[in-house]
Nanobody, 117 residues
């Protein structure tokens, strides 16, 4: 059974930092593209960043220079370091594991990030 378990969300003031973690089980982690998405109230889910199995990383423009994704294939975990947080970063953040060759697409349950003073 595939599980993606996110952790690390919370309430932080503007300018603060958080680190999200997503621990995966039930997949061959190194073969999956791992991504972070977010969904703010009343908005569609959007891509934040994806780290491909081939080590290619793509960030959405609004987080470039502030967010950093990293992955530890040995621990089957992907991280999202978020710095200089802004109120508009407030959303539920979801971890995603995708492998098009395997026709596989998995989601975590989400973790709330709230940026507010």
């Amino acid at each position: 059974q595939v599980q993606l378990a996110e952790s690390g969300g919370g309430l932080v003031p503007p300018g603060g930092s958080l680190r999200l973690s997503c621990a995966a089980s039930g997949i061959i982690f190194s073969r999956y593209d791992m991504g972070w998405y977010r969904q703010a109230p009343g908005k569609q889910r959007e891509l934040v960043v994806v780290s491909s199995s081939g080590s290619i990383i793509n960030y959405t423009d609004s987080v470039k220079g502030r967010f950093t994704i990293s992955r530890d294939n040995a621990k089957h975990t992907v991280y999202l370091q978020m710095n200089s947080l802004k109120p508009e970063d407030t959303a539920v953040y979801y971890c995603n594991a995708r492998n098009l060759q395997y026709h596989s697409d998995y989601w975590g349950q989400g973790t709330q990030v709230t940026v507010s003073s």
